[in-house]
């Protein structure tokens, strides 16, 4: 039997839709895309001002807060994106994806809808590669990826393909035709109880198209540079990282086991009392080889977060998982060669120098500053020191991503060997011009060996240590 094409909404004797589909499947849809179409121009509006238009702040780096506000955008710009999606998906089954299959009412609406909402998902798309995420700064932050908000790697570079893949511009292309050359049969649907305030807004979602094949191919030759130069500068990120992976693992392990060394135990017991959540260790091994590749007298740093109870104390938030790892009386979180894991302070303290800094905060201000960097817990060791990716942390990026941005608490990064970093010194020198921190004790120093001094003398010997 021939299909007849094309028949107008409201015809008589229009075919049966299909029984899974139905007039409430299609109130369903509607309503979804209702919702969809309404926070489309919300998310847009919202995007990062540190990210829009490329506008990458001069020091070349994203600051944890702006971090965290970029991936909380992505997460929900990746969310309404799947959402549509899925709809324009569902919506697409009952003529099989082709548009050439329409013939009842149910499935003019049916194309009405995925119309509209193929035109948000090119919107999203247009305007975070065309708008938001122009600089490659922008670009490689939303290619890295964010546990903590669930967002896989090259989510930025998958859309990039989305977007100028030539099947779904064809698609895209022949929906557009079809609904120009029908345009009168769907203009008589704007009373429809269903979609007729979709076809009234139909020209407003058009306005995201751009039909030109000269932008299109424009835009796919920006997809095939951006690609290969991803490819390229992945390839020979992994290539260093391996090396300089493999390299820092072996020095770390490189010491000299004849030498007697450590904090006396009674200062460290000491030190152990005078410790409050969010105090920050900055301590030296005398003659582990890694001191002469970094700067300064004091070369490590950790945090200390404190017990459970101080957990509870503090309300600090945690997932069920790191909570299950945070266990016994104490814990300092400490990045080191197998990774930011919690450690019992005792292991941070079998050194033989050890400085003490707080951060001058409230306790709530505290807990905001723990809970934030409790994500990173459980990622790898950056052997490549590079303080611009998240997903991969050195020492003192732990302090950094915990404290930076809380309160006005402002961590400056210095550039070393081309990259912004941060150096445990660099922490030391901010607490002693009482920038954001103070000084609490040292002990096991050349010019403290077998005492621990606090206070003011602290400072004094602090300062004298470099």
């Not at 994203?62 to 710009?77: G, N, Y």
């Not at 194309?111 to 998902?121: E, K, P």
């Not at 790898?380 to 990716?389: H, S």
């Not at 732990?398 to 990259?419: H, K, M, T």
């Amino acid at each position: 039997m021939t299909r007849r094409l094309h028949k107008a909404p409201g015809s008589e004797d229009p075919p049966e839709a299909p029984g899974c589909f139905s007039d409430e499947y299609i109130l369903g849809a509607a309503r979804a895309l209702g919702a969809l179409a309404e926070a489309v121009p919300r998310l847009i509006e919202a995007t990062p001002a540190c990210i829009f238009n490329g506008r990458v702040p001069d020091r070349g780096h994203f600051r944890p807060v702006e971090e965290k506000e970029i991936f909380s955008w992505f997460a929900r710009f990746l969310t309404i994106r799947s959402e549509l999606w899925d709809l324009l998906r569902e919506l697409s089954e009952p003529v099989e994806a082709q548009v050439s299959r329409i013939i009842s009412t149910f499935e003019w609406r049916c194309f009405v809808l995925g119309y509209s909402a193929a035109c948000l998902i090119v919107r999203l798309d247009r305007h975070l590669i065309e708008d938001a995420a122009t600089g490659s700064p922008a670009q490689r932050k939303l290619n890295e990826g964010s546990s903590g908000h669930r967002i896989p790697r090259k989510q930025f570079t998958r859309i990039f393909e989305s977007l100028t893949d030539p099947s779904h511009a064809k698609a895209m292309r022949e929906a557009m035709l079809f609904s120009r050359r029908h345009r009168a049969l769907i203009e008589g649907m704007k009373e429809d109880e269903f979609v007729g305030r979709f076809v009234n807004s139909l020209s407003e979602f058009e306005a995201s198209l751009d039909p030109s094949r000269r932008r299109y191919l424009g835009r796919l030759l920006s997809f095939l540079s951006h690609s290969f130069r991803r490819r390229g500068a992945s390839g020979l990120q992994q290539t260093l990282f391996a090396i300089l992976e493999n390299s820092g693992r072996l020095i770390s392990d490189i010491h000299a086991p004849w030498m007697e060394t450590g904090i006396p135990p009674e200062a460290r017991r000491e030190i152990l009392e005078l410790l409050m959540p969010g105090d920050v260790l900055i301590t030296r091994h005398d003659y582990a080889l890694t001191n002469l590749f970094l700067p300064g007298y004091w070369p490590h740093a950790a945090l200390y977060v404190g017990s459970c109870e101080d957990r509870e104390r503090l309300d600090i938030e945690v997932d069920s998982e790191r909570r299950r790892r945070w266990s016994g009386n104490r814990r300092v979180l400490e990045a080191l060669k197998d990774g930011v894991l919690f450690r019992d302070p005792e292991q941070t303290l079998a050194v033989d120098a050890v400085a003490i800094i707080r951060p001058k905060l409230e306790e709530e201000e505290i807990a905001l500053a723990l809970s934030r960097v409790l994500e990173h817990e459980g990622k790898a060791y950056n052997f490549d020191f590079d303080f611009f990716r998240s997903d991969r942390l050195v020492c003192t990026e732990v302090v950094y991503r915990a404290f930076d941005g809380v309160s006005g608490i402002e961590i400056p990064l210095r550039e070393r060997s081309g990259r912004p970093t941060l150096s445990a010194e660099d922490l030391l020198d901010l607490a002693l011009e009482s920038r954001g921190f103070e000084p609490v004790a040292i002990a096991g120093a050349t010019n403290c060996p077998d005492r621990v001094a606090t206070g003011l003398k602290a400072r004094e010997l602090i300062a004298d240590s470099y």
